[in-house]
């Protein structure tokens, strides 16, 4: 098993850890444009071996996609965070170009790749990921719904003072403040949520998840990587080990949930084939029009994409 992540910045690497640590691959390759960067991190990395007890073997290069051939697993993280002040969608006049030029390096030499897209705005980079590989959509698909659930569920978890472990969530919709956590669908050990809080304090949970990723730019100056790169390594796990896992990832629509042609998050089986299966699950009609209401948002990206003709 070969593994590569694109990107040796904060969740790039955050990510490669996690993936060394779960010790999921014989290798794994971290890739940076910045000369040196990903060299230095692999290497600090490598030497946490010995301590972390793993065997998965971590090779920094400098742009040379020729080290990343016959990956298995691809994840992209190469890109600019924003900054406070900023939407992620003000990110796509850089990132496109970066995640084009490193998807095609990456499909060159590693044709068989599942490609796991973790740069901003992130519906949108999955979808432009997709036309520049020209891959089956099931192969191709972005990491959102697993950080924004794990969001959701620290909050909660913190509200009812009980462990992180046994709260169950599902959230869909875009990777943005319109995104859609469904308390319908989230128990604590299979107790309905509702039963367990009031109303007023799980919709302060609801806005503070739809608004997490700023509320840690705001903190931080840049964005959020250690949920984010844990989040992208569990997907990973779960397509090596075969899993079977069901994650909100940001896959493509084709006719589910009654849209097509676009990538939103939605729940999915994750497995050795990546997208193994899209999961309909019914909802009533106020969680149907705000994933409408998403998916109207993410469009709107769309837009700015298709006004770039890059692809
Ligand atoms: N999907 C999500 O939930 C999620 C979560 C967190 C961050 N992100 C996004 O992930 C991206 C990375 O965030 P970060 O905090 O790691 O940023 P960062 O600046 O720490 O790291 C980005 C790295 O990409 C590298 N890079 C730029 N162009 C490249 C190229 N052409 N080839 C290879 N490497 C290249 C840079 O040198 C840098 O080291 C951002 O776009 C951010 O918005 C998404
Ligand atoms: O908020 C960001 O810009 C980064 C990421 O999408 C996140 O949710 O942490």
């Known amino acids: 098993m070969k593994i590569t992540v694109v990107g040796a910045g904060n969740v790039g690497a955050t990510c490669a850890n996690c993936i060394a640590q779960k010790d999921l691959a014989n290798e794994l390759v971290l890739v940076d ?42 994840v992209i993280t190469s890109g600019i965070p924003r900054k406070p002040g900023m939407s992620r969608a003000d990110l796509i006049a850089t990132n496109a170009g970066i995640v084009k030029s490193v998807t095609e390096n990456v499909v060159k030499h590693s044709p068989d ?12 980079m999955t979808y432009a990921a997709y036309l520049t590989s020209k891959k089956a ?32 969530a599902l959230l869909m919709g875009g990777h943005g403040d319109t995104m859609v956590p469904l ?9 309905p949520l509702k039963e367990l809080i009031d109303d007023d304090k799980l919709e302060a ?47 493509y629509l084709n006719g589910e949930y009654g849209m097509k042609d676009i990538y939103l998050g939605v729940p999915v089986k994750l497995g050795r084939n990546g997208i193994e299966e899209i ?25 700015v994409l298709d006004e770039m003709d890059m692809f």
């Open 33 to 74: 444009i910045k000369e040196g960067l990903a060299e230095g991190k692999a290497l600090d990395m490598w030497e946490t071996s010995p301590i972390n007890y793993y065997d998965t073997r971590v090779k920094g290069v400098t742009n040379d996609y020729e080290a990343t051939a016959g990956s298995e697993v691809v």
């Open 113 to 124: 790749a599942i490609i796991i897209i973790v740069s901003n705005p992130l519906d949108v």
């Open 137 to 168: 959509s099931n192969k191709v698909f972005g990491m959102a719904g697993v950080l924004d659930t794990a969001r959701y569920r620290s909050f909660l978890a913190e509200a009812l003072d009980v462990s992180p472990k046994d709260i169950q």
């Open 183 to 191: 308390p319908r669908y989230t128990t604590v050990s299979g107790i």
């Open 205 to 251: 949970i609801i806005e503070r998840t739809k608004t997490g990723g700023g509320e840690l730019v705001n903190l931080m100056g840049t964005s959020a990587w250690y949920a984010p790169g844990a989040a992208a390594a569990q997907m990973v796990e779960a397509i090596v080990r075969d899993q079977k896992r069901i994650f909100p990832v940001c896959a």
């Open 279 to 303: 999961i309909e699950v019914k909802l009533n009609e106020e969680e149907k029009a705000l994933l409408d209401n998403s998916a109207e948002a993410v469009k709107s990206v769309m837009k």
